[in-house]
């Protein structure tokens, strides 16, 4: 089967028409490719019978009489009750809501199939979750026949139902299932795959669930072995042509340490020894330098850009907001300029009349570090010799992003830098083509962060141990998932908040209020005051996720916990203790609270340990947008999980380094398979694309 054929628009399955064309494409289904890799949800296994008795044991799955039909309700809430009766004489009641139509459909003395699970309701044996279907003489009948054996259940969106997809799916098998196989024979024999049709055939229409998992395997099996060959293709590609390259100077680098008033830790000392052997390596450094809040990854950042300026090059630091870039340019001209480093910073809010001449100073070579938000690699920023580049909280950028900051220079050492940090299992998948660096151990003197859980309603004990902190001369945060009142939701906010606690709460001490929609310069201004002291506790949204380095500050209150990812918890618990000083977290949480948001504020309790909080996180949110390459395509694997199936995606790298390894011809060859599943019009396809 051709890739074009497979881009037959859905239309051309029979029982596709426009109404349900439209709804199809609220799931993302838009060609016979789109149903074919469209995975169900879950499977409901019909080979057991089961009678309406034996109900608590698993769903009801039997023959029926329809014995009576009565109605409750008024008017447009009027509902349908079918009674039903099995060959045993068990009876249960079938509440149709919105389904009168079943009233014609099976009348009194019809012979029906049942399949549901039922309950005890209102003193009756019910269920109105259930499927129906007429027992008819003529196998010819639109009424069709009852479903047997394991039957796929479909995410669904309004107007499709799950026997709509049944039936599209059959179709779509019958006229274009026979698919040629994409993974080469020897891998598909080697890990005991089925092959692309007999994996497409019992995704959708298995005889058992055994099938329907082997099925699941092999698609995840083909979905790792593209991404992994696209992931080493990068590697090959970027050691294609060598580089000039000599012994790097650490010179500067020493100066500043000696400067330092402490020491730096073993996994800071390794990381830099990493970083200079890569860039004394015949081909441009790629590595992400990963570690734990406070654990020290911009000094080493810094240090290893002194590495390049020694070496007659430049540099170039790109943060994802301003308040960041503003955070790093202020170290970077504590720590640097007394070392004769020429600095500048480069934001989108930088005036004309400062950006033109700075822009000069950048091209003639004049500047020595450049730091700054996305501006950094506008169409007009021109670069002599940028030789480094540093991509702080790295999973906020898309790819073509990251690639076009290092395309402003000649091959550029590129170091990729995330607080949050990576399970091994999502770094081999997103990041399989760089080097890691990781830093564990946090600098001398800094203790455990102690994290309290409060319900909602008993702030007054969280504000009066705060209030014991900041007459102690600690400074606190507190966070708000909203910036101003909602009408939609009934959460608390930042600027009422700030209202409250400035008037009643904490009167004896200033405050300052930050987010998104103020001005940059104000923001800059409250972050100053409060660095310094002036203000004493700062109210804020997740603004002050990153950038945010106060060592007094030794209270973190995030009000409605809930509301925010377990990476944002983490690194919003990160922006306190960053010193010797004690410091603690308080969770407030309400009563609503969903099984995941239960997960998320649990592990926050349980543990401080960033890598053991990203493990979690992966587990309860996907890969998704933890990869950091929802801007460009996003990774959502449609087939496979990379904590589930560890094991397949260590295969799937195995397998594809070793066809790019067996022959120079094979990587064309591996090169046009993976453009060839990018050109199909697939889930697959449309959510990996962005990744190379």
């Not at 702080?392 to 290092?406: K, M, S, Y």
Request: aromatic share 6%.
């Amino acid at each position: 089967m051709f890739v074009r054929e497979l881009l037959e628009s859905v239309h051309a399955l029979k029982g596709a028409g426009p109404a349900v064309c439209k709804k199809l494409a609220k799931l993302g289904i838009f060609t016979v490719a789109d149903i074919l890799l469209y995975p169900p949800r879950d499977y409901e296994d019909r080979t057991v019978r089961r009678l309406i008795a034996c109900h608590a044991e698993g769903p009801v799955n039997c023959e029926v009489i329809i014995t009576a039909h009565e109605w409750f309700g008024f008017g447009r809430m009027k509902t349908l009750k079918l009674h039903a009766q099995d060959l045993s004489g068990s009876r249960a009641v079938l509440v149709c809501f919105n389904r009168p139509f079943m009233e014609n459909g099976f009348p009194e003395g019809s012979r029906a199939n049942l399949f549901g699970r039922l309950e005890y309701k209102y003193g009756e044996l019910q269920s109105a979750a259930f499927e129906l279907e007429a027992i008819v003489a003529d196998p010819d009948s639109s009424q069709g026949s009852f479903r047997t054996g394991t039957l796929p259940v479909y995410p669904l969106t309004e107007g499709i139902s799950q026997g709509v997809l049944r039936k599209l799916s059959e179709r779509a098998l019958a006229n274009w299932g026979k698919v040629d196989d994409e993974i080469p024979a020897q891998f598909i024999a080697a890990r005991k795959l089925a092959g692309k049709t007999q994996a497409l055939k019992d995704l959708h229409h298995p005889a058992t669930p055994a099938d329907a998992a082997q099925a699941r395997r092999a698609l995840a099996y083909e979905e790792l072995f593209y991404l992994q060959i696209m992931i080493l293709k990068r590697s090959i590609e970027r050691r294609k042509d060598g580089l000039q390259r000599k012994a790097v100077d650490i010179s500067l680098a020493k100066v500043l340490e000696a400067r330092l008033p402490f020491t730096l830790t073993a996994d800071q000392e390794k990381t830099l020894e990493e970083i200079a052997t890569d860039m004394a390596s015949p081909w441009p450094m790629a590595r992400l330098l990963q570690g734990d809040v406070g654990s020290g990854k911009t000094l080493v950042a810094f240090m290893a850009a002194l590495f390049a300026v020694a070496g007659g090059g430049q540099a170039a630091l790109l943060a994802p907001t301003e308040l960041l870039a503003r955070q790093h340019a202020d170290n970077a001209a504590r720590l640097l300029e007394p070392l004769g480093i020429r600095l500048a910073y480069l934001s989108g809010n930088v005036s004309d009349s400062s950006r033109k001449p700075l822009l000069s100073a950048l091209a003639r070579g004049d500047i020595d570090i450049a730091v700054g938000t996305h501006a950094l690699f506008s169409a007009d920023v021109v670069y002599k010799n940028l030789r480094f580049v540093i991509v702080d909280e790295q999973h906020r950028f898309g790819v073509l992003q990251r690639i076009a900051l290092g395309a402003k220079g000649n091959k550029p050492d590129m170091l990729m830098m995330s607080a949050t940090p990576i399970p091994r299992t999502l770094a081999l998948t997103a990041f399989g083509d760089l080097s890691v660096s990781t830093i564990r151990t946090m600098p001398e003197g800094r203790k455990e962060i102690i994290t309290h859980l409060a319900r909602q309603g008993n702030e007054e004990r969280v504000y009066d141990f705060v209030r014991r902190e900041l007459k102690a001369g600690n400074r606190a945060y507190f966070v708000y998932p909203l910036v101003e009142n909602s009408d939609k939701l009934e959460l608390k906010n930042a600027e009422a908040m700030f209202s409250h606690l400035q008037k009643t709460v904490f009167p004896e001490y200033a405050g300052g209020l930050i987010h998104s929609r103020l001005p940059e310069e104000r923001k800059r201004d409250t972050m100053s005051a409060f660095s310094c002291g002036v203000i004493r506790f700062l109210v804020a949204t997740s603004v002050v996720e990153v950038g945010v380095d106060v060592p007094e500050a030794t209270c973190m209150v995030i009000e409605h916990a809930e509301r925010f990812g377990l990476a944002a918890l983490h690194q919003l618990r990160g922006r306190v203790g960053r010193s010797s000083r004690q410091s603690y977290c308080f969770l407030v949480w309400s009563e609503k609270l969903g099984d995941d948001a239960k997960r998320r504020v649990m592990a926050m309790k349980e543990t401080t340990d960033g890598f053991k909080i990203s493990e979690e996180d992966l587990r309860i949110r996907g890969p998704g947008d933890i990869t950091g390459t929802s801007q460009a395509g996003a990774l959502r694997l449609t087939f496979c999980d990379p904590v589930r199936d560890a094991e397949l995606l260590e295969a799937a790298r195995e397998d594809a380094g070793a066809l790019l390894r067996e022959d120079p011809e094979l990587q064309s060859i591996a090169g046009s398979l993976v453009r060839s599943v990018l050109e199909r019009a697939s889930p697959f396809a449309e959510k990996t694309a962005g990744t190379g």
